[in-house]
């Protein structure tokens, strides 16, 4: 393939996505203008690149669509779904298209046929009648509004904003079949109502009771967005007004626009890397860490051949080649950080599409998504997360009928949220559906056999959810094409796992299911324990390690055919590492052994070790080549004198 | 039918549509001398809680419906503590 090819691929990918965010969002928000303007931008970046090549299917199309929107910008069409929905069409036919003419280098005949129905579809839109404003205007502070917010009880600001409603219901609605205290009921949210008669009835006699008199006046949490999904059929009936947390001036605020202006203003100093060179960078980096380690033997030498003054130079520059490095390894380790939106935005469509072939109304709402993690990690979350989001789409969330009947918005939410936690990251896929119900799960994993129902009896209702993580269960009655792939949540814990991450869930049945996901931020450098048996070394990571512990020879009680001892009034499992690791048995005359009390298997094993070397921070490598999948092996690391240390992984050992 | 005259009130149950209204205005303006009764009603068409509003019969219970119970109910007995 040419390079220019490569480079309208990778560029038309990236376009197509803006574009998509672009088309989604204003699909919540019609008036946005930015990103009406920067969806007409992408569309015309993409056909000014594809006038280079000789794909006319694809030109005329975005030629077509590029007209629409810039139509749209200069307000002769409306920005409504007659519009979204083929544009939305048109770049997923796009996106489909990219990687067969990255390999071929040409559109398929098949591809060429679709181009048609599009155009089709982009013509109609064109030729529809010019209709009104759009959906819901952008108004300043009025006076209503401020009123409102000082008449409400509970004026605690909402991180989304609050929002002003006036909803001032036609009088022959009802004849329409609405009724505006029901659409008031599915406002999310709500903080503040009020309503009144809008004209004095001069006599009862003269009451009409299927004349609508009434004005209504809300507030609610934001963000807008979700407050206008209710309203969306009623535009000409209502008014939402964002009011200002501090200065009484309007604030159309778009929350996407904070992170969202920062990444664009990084893009213009952007360069494209290899992803392989930075990884390359960071073995180097890594090694270097270890190799300063060999200075610190030479100023011992140095001092033990009587040349003080040697000695304190060789530690003075090891200590400043100690500060470079580390600066070095850090450096490196932050070029290979990416926000998690690279797999976040992934999301929006899926999400949409998802949702209207299950016919559910979910609105997925995305936080943080500017936290930084490793590219290999952020890369790694799209699988777990998917399944998590699926599974919250398909089994969590209720459809809109079922939410209506117990009270709730009949538009469900999904959150993904990412939020930095010290040197870890944790992310919540949470849903406000059904919740899980511990008694049904017991009841579904004792009828699987997974435990008996004494045990079952005994669980609390926490620890009974925790049972959805085990291999083979799956409370769903029936198995949808969409999460029931034979990949349960169990899968998914595993990869959670393999990331050195956790996995963990509550849930409250009738309110919602929250998963969270902790994860390291980068594969950056670990805190090993350096243990000794018989002549071999090897290190464990401390984070598994949850203390040390001497014990005394006679302490050591025969349990069946194991051994174990008493550590502050529980019985914990004693193992040997030399068995563990089919070495030599160490001699049983000492008098008191060194034991490592790890975390295994959900509870605590003490491991038995010759000695307790010291503690090295390294850049742990996976095992490669023939040595790949070693049970029990976390990994290699070379240590300050060249030598190379072996990883365990002590779950796999001890279970 | 889920607007009902009973002896001692204008007793309402379960969901109570728009259809209901004219027969809850024609109790309402006959018998103003009798309370409304939400204690069984699930849920309120627009058209009620309006005749409501004019008509303040004294309202006894709330209705089902956490939204009516929380936010309109209280707002439809100023008289009651």
Redesign the interface.
Known sequence: MDELMAQFCIEARELVQQSTEDLLALEREPGDRRRLESAFRSIHTLKGSVGLFDFQALHQVLHLAEDLLAGARDGSIDVDLGLIDPLLAVIDWIDGIIDPIAQTGQLSEKQVIAAGSLLDALQKVAAAPITAEPLFAAEAMPQWASDLQARMRDPAPCADGLVAIAYT?HPEC?FNG?????T??QVPG?RH?????KEP?AS?AD?D??R???VLQAIAEGPLARIQAVFRLLPDQVRLVELAVQAPIAAVTDPAEGPQAASTDRNAVLMRVEAARIDSLVEIAGELVAAKNGLLPLAGLARDGGDDALARQILASQSEIERLVNALYGAVTQARMVPVDQTFRRFARLVRETAARLGKAIDLVVEGEATEADRNIVEALFEPLLHLVRNAMDHGVETAAERLAC?KPPLARLLLRARQRGDRMEVEVSDDGRGMDPIRVRDAAVAKGLLTSDQAEAMTDVESLQLVFSPGFSTAKVVSDLSGRGVGLDAVKTAVQKLGGALELTSRLGVGTTFVLRLPVSFSMSQLMVVEVGVERYGVPLEDIVETHRLAAADIRPIRAGQAFVLRQQTVPLLFLSDLLRLEPPGMDVADLKVLIVRAGGGRVGIAVDAIADRAETLTRPLGGLLQGMHGILGTTLLGDGKVLLVLNMEELVG | MSVIAETHAVVLTGDCGVDEAESFVTLLESRPDLPVDLTRAVSLHTALIQAIMLFQPTIVGAPGSDFLARWVAPSLNPRAS
């Open positions: 219901p009802f609405d009724d505006p205290f029901a008031m009921a709500l109502l009020e309503f009144a008669l009835v009862r009451f009771p299927y609508c008199n009434l009270s």
